[in-house]
C-alpha cells in the first residue's frame, strides 16, 4: 500500500518588489492575484490584457514559484518576448528557465526530446510552406491520379485541407464537404494523397508545422509516462489570446492541467474572429463548463477609447446571444460622438474619407494614426484610386495591394494582351497558367505568336481595332496557328484559351472592360481559381467587384492605365519604409485586430457586404460578423466614421441597386451616432 505525500516548496517570508494594487485596477488586481485553481479572464478590448498576464507571471514568481514549472502559451513568439521583457523589468531578474512561446514553438520543443517515441529522431526536419507543398506533389504522383482528367486540386489547396483537418480534429471527407462541395466526389483520393504524405514526411524524418501540434498531442495522449511528467512540472499554466485557440490546442491545455488545474486562460470571446482559420468559439464560452469550480474575472476598464466610442462598442455587441455579458467601461475624458455617413455611392464615399483625411492632418493629426478598415480587400477599391489621384501616401497592411494579386493579375493579363498584341509579360503569364507549359515553352510560343501576329497588324499599329473589319479575330488566329508548338498535355487547354481570346476580341466586347472581365472568369479562370486557391471564393469575388469597378472606365485602355498608376505605387516594405513618412493604413479587420489608431474609418456598412452575404447562412456566421464589427470599432482611440453607399453597380454591367445598411447600424441606437449627409458643391 502506498500513498502520495505533497512536498511544498519552502517559502521564506515574502517581501514584494512590486506594489500590485499600487500599479493595477481593482479588477486586474482580482485576476493578477487570483488563488491556485482555474480562472477564465475575459479580457475586454483596451483593457490591459498583456499587463494583466505579465504581472500574473511576476507574482507567481514571487509567490515562489520556480520560473521553469510556469508555462506560458502565446500566438506569436514577440507576443511572448515582450511578457518576459516586462517581467524581468519588473523583478530585475532574467527568466531563462521559464517555458514561454507559441503552442508551436512548445511543440517543438517538447518533440526534439521525444521524437523517438513516435518513431522520429530529434533532429527532425520542419518543413515549411514549400517542403510541403513539393512533398506533396509527389505524393499526388506516388498515387498515380491523372490530376487532368479528375481536375485535381493543386499541392496547395491540398495542404490547406490536411492542415484544417489536422487543426480541427475533422476528416478530409467531412472538411471538403464543409468548404469544398465541388471536390467532395474526391474524398477518396485526396485521403489516399493525405496517407501517403504522411508516410513520406516520416520516411525523411520530418514534420510540418501541424505536426508540431498534432504530434505533441499525440505524445501525451499515448505516453502515460511522459503525460504525467509534464502534468507534475508545469504547476501553472498561462495562455494568452485564449478564444483564438483549435481543438488541437484546447485539449493539449487541458490535458497538460488535468493534474494541478492551475490554469488560466486570458482572452475576450467578443474579439473572436478566425473561426475560418480554425479557432473554436466554444473553447473559451465552455470553459466554465470544462473546469467545474473555475472563476471567472472580467476586466472592463477600457484604457484606449472615448466614452462615445465605447458607448457604441457596447451596443454594437449586445445583440450577440453566445458571449460572456460585459460592458466597457471609460477609463478617458468624453469626446466627440462616433459619425454615421451615407454616401450616394462608393466613389462618394472614397472622396468623403480623402477630404476628410487631409482635414484632420490640417488639424494636426499624423496619418500614421489613421486607418480605414473594411471586411474584404475590394471594399477599398475606390478608395485607392482616390488617395492615387489626390496624393495622399498610404500603406496595406497585408504589404500586398488589391491590384498586385495574382488573380487580379492574370484577369489584367488577358485585357493587356488583346488591347496590345505585342505584350509579351501578358502573353507569357497567361500561357504558364496552362498545364504543362514553363518559362522556356513560353518563349517559344512567344516568339512563334509574335511572328504570326507582325503578318496581320501593320507596324506602328498599336491596336488592332482599325482592321477589325477586315479580321477581327487577329490574335485568336495567330494563337490557333501556334497550336502545334503547344505541349500535347496542354492542347485541351490551348484550344480554350484561344476560344477565350477570341471571344475577348469580338466588337461588341473589346472595348468594354466590365464585359471582358466577365468573360474571362466564365470560360474558365473560375475553374483555376477552384482548383489553386483555398480561398477561391473570396478571390472569385475580388474579381466580380473588378469588374464593377472597371464600370466607371470610358475604355479598356483608361481602365487599364488606372490600375497600373495603382499597382506601381510603391508597396509598403514593413522592414525597409521610411518611419519618418507619414502613410494612411488601408487593412482588413482581421489584419488590424491588435492595433489602434487615433481616428478610424469603418467602411461599406452594407448587409451583404459587412457582414458578408456568405456568413449570413447561418446564426454563428452572424455572429461572428458581429464580433468582427466590434473589433473594427474598438481599434479607434479619438474618432471613429462609419459609412456605406446608398447605390451599387451590379457585376456585369446590368445597372445600379439600392444597398441595404448593414443590420449592425441598425442595432446602434440613433443617439449614439451623429449623422453626417454630404452635399455637393
Known amino acids: 500500500m502506498s500513498r502520495e505525500y505533497v512536498l511544498q516548496p519552502f517559502r521564506p517570508a515574502m517581501h514584494l518588489q512590486i506594489d500590485y494594487a499600487g500599479e493595477l485596477n481593482e479588477q486586474q488586481l482580482a485576476a493578477v492575484t487570483a488563488p491556485p485553481g482555474p480562472s477564465l479572464v475575459i479580457a475586454g478590448a483596451g483593457s490591459g490584457k498583456t499587463r494583466t498576464l505579465t504581472y500574473r507571471v511576476a507574482y507567481l514568481l514571487e509567490q515562489g514559484i520556480p520560473a521553469d514549472r510556469i508555462l506560458l502559451l502565446t500566438f506569436t513568439n514577440k507576443a511572448a518576448r515582450e511578457m518576459m521583457r516586462r517581467v524581468t523589468d519588473l523583478l530585475g531578474q532574467e527568466l531563462r528557465d521559464l517555458w514561454g512561446g507559441t503552442f508551436h514553438s512548445i511543440g517543438n520543443r517538447l518533440l526534439r526530446l521525444h521524437a523517438g517515441r513516435l518513431g522520429y529522431h530529434g533532429d527532425f526536419t520542419i518543413l515549411d510552406r514549400e517542403d510541403a507543398k513539393h512533398l506533396v506533389s509527389a505524393s499526388v504522383v506516388e498515387a498515380e491520379i491523372d490530376v487532368k482528367a479528375l481536375r485535381f486540386p493543386k499541392p496547395e489547396v491540398l495542404c490547406d485541407v490536411f492542415s484544417m483537418a489536422v487543426n480541427t480534429e475533422k476528416s478530409i471527407a467531412e472538411i471538403l464537404g464543409a468548404d469544398y462541395g465541388y471536390m467532395a466526389e474526391l474524398a477518396g483520393k485526396v485521403e489516399e494523397v493525405g496517407r501517403r504524405y504522411s508516410a513520406r514526411k516520416r520516411a525523411a524524418n520530418a514534420m510540418d508545422f501541424d505536426d508540431l501540434l498534432a504530434l505533441w498531442l499525440k505524445l501525451l495522449r499515448e505516453h502515460d509516462d511522459l503525460r504525467d511528467q509534464y502534468q507534475r512540472r508545469f504547476q501553472f499554466i498561462l495562455v494568452d489570446e485564449y478564444q483564438d485557440t483549435n481543438r488541437l490546442q484546447s485539449e493539449l491545455i487541458d490535458l497538460l492541467a488535468a493534474r494541478n488545474r492551475n490554469v488560466m486562460v486570458v482572452g475576450d470571446d467578443a474579439q473572436s474572429i478566425y473561426a475560418w482559420r480554425g479557432a473554436n468559439y466554444a473553447n473559451i464560452l465552455k470553459f466554465p463548463e470544462r473546469y467545474a469550480g473555475a472563476k471567472v474575472y472580467k476586466i472592463e476598464t477600457n484604457y484606449r477609447s472615448t466614452p462615445e466610442i465605447l458607448g457604441l462598442a457596447n451596443a454594437a455587441i449586445s445583440a450577440?446571444?453566445?458571449?460572456?455579458?460585459?460592458?466597457?467601461?471609460?477609463?478617458?475624458?468624453s469626446g466627440s460622438k462616433p459619425v454615421l455617413v451615407t454616401c450616394h455611392d462608393s466613389a462618394e464615399q472614397a472622396s468623403f474619407i480623402a477630404q476628410r483625411v487631409l482635414e484632420l492632418r490640417e488639424e494636426g493629426g499624423n496619418l500614421n494614426e489613421m486607418a480605414v478598415l473594411y471586411r474584404s480587400h475590394f471594399h477599398a477599391l475606390e478608395l485607392?484610386?482616390?488617395?492615387?489621384?489626390?496624393?495622399?501616401?498610404?500603406?496595406?497592411?497585408?504589404?500586398?495591394?488589391?491590384?498586385?494579386?495574382?488573380?487580379?493579375?492574370?484577369?489584367?493579363?488577358?485585357?493587356?494582351?488583346?488591347?496590345?498584341?505585342?505584350?509579351?509579360?501578358?502573353?507569357?503569364?497567361?500561357?504558364?497558367?496552362?498545364?504543362?507549359?514553363?518559362?522556356?515553352?513560353?518563349?517559344?510560343?512567344?516568339?512563334?505568336?509574335?511572328?504570326?501576329?507582325?503578318?496581320?497588324?501593320?507596324?506602328?499599329?498599336?491596336?488592332?481595332?482599325?482592321?477589325?473589319?477586315?479580321?477581327?479575330y487577329v490574335l485568336a488566329t495567330a494563337l490557333q496557328d501556334c497550336a502545334s508548338a503547344v505541349p500535347k498535355k496542354a492542347a485541351v487547354a490551348w484550344a480554350q484559351f484561344s476560344a477565350t481570346i477570341s471571344q475577348l476580341e469580338a466588337a461588341e466586347v473589346r472595348n468594354n472592360a466590365s464585359k471582358m472581365i466577365g468573360l474571362v472568369v466564365e470560360a474558365g479562370y473560375q475553374d483555376h481559381l477552384r482548383e489553386n486557391y483555398t480561398n477561391f471564393r473570396s478571390r472569385l469575388e475580388d474579381i466580380e467587384q473588378l469588374a464593377v469597378f472597371a464600370q466607371q472606365f470610358n475604355t479598356v485602355q483608361e481602365f487599364l492605365s488606372q490600375l497600373a498608376l495603382l499597382t506601381n505605387v510603391e508597396a509598403e516594405d514593413q522592414q525597409n519604409s521610411s518611419r519618418d513618412e507619414e502613410q494612411l493604413r488601408l487593412s482588413s479587420i482581421h489584419q488590424?485586430?491588435?492595433?489602434?489608431?487615433?481616428?478610424?474609418?469603418?467602411?461599406?456598412?452594407?448587409?451583404?457586404?459587412?457582414?458578408?452575404?456568405?456568413?449570413?447562412?447561418?446564426?454563428e456566421g452572424e455572429e461572428e460578423e458581429r464580433r468582427l464589427f466590434y473589433v473594427s470599432v474598438t481599434r479607434a482611440k479619438n474618432e471613429l466614421y462609419l459609412s456605406y453607399p446608398l447605390i451599387r453597380a451590379t457585376p456585369g454591367n446590368t445597372g445600379e441597386f439600392m444597398q441595404q445598411p448593414s443590420r449592425f447600424l441598425e442595432e446602434i441606437p440613433k443617439e449614439l451616432v451623429e449623422e453626417w449627409n454630404l452635399r455637393r458643391y
Do not use: Y
Open 320 to 333: 450577440n446571444l453566445n458571449q460572456f455579458a460585459k460592458e466597457l467601461t471609460p477609463a478617458r475624458k
Open 384 to 472: 485607392q484610386l482616390e488617395l492615387v489621384r489626390r496624393n495622399i501616401p498610404f500603406s496595406i497592411t497585408s504589404g500586398i495591394r488589391f491590384f498586385e494579386q495574382a488573380h487580379v493579375k492574370d484577369v489584367a493579363a488577358f485585357l493587356k494582351l488583346v488591347t496590345n498584341p505585342r505584350d509579351e509579360i501578358s502573353l507569357k503569364r497567361l500561357v504558364q497558367l496552362l498545364p504543362g507549359i514553363g518559362g522556356k515553352a513560353a518563349d517559344k510560343l512567344w516568339r512563334d505568336f509574335s511572328n504570326h501576329t507582325a503578318q496581320a497588324i501593320p507596324q506602328g499599329l498599336d491596336d488592332p481595332a482599325p482592321i477589325a473589319d477586315g479580321n477581327p
Open 592 to 619: 488590424a485586430k491588435g492595433l489602434e489608431f487615433d481616428v478610424v474609418f469603418v467602411i461599406m456598412l452594407c448587409d451583404g457586404l459587412f457582414p458578408s452575404a456568405r456568413s449570413l447562412e447561418t446564426a
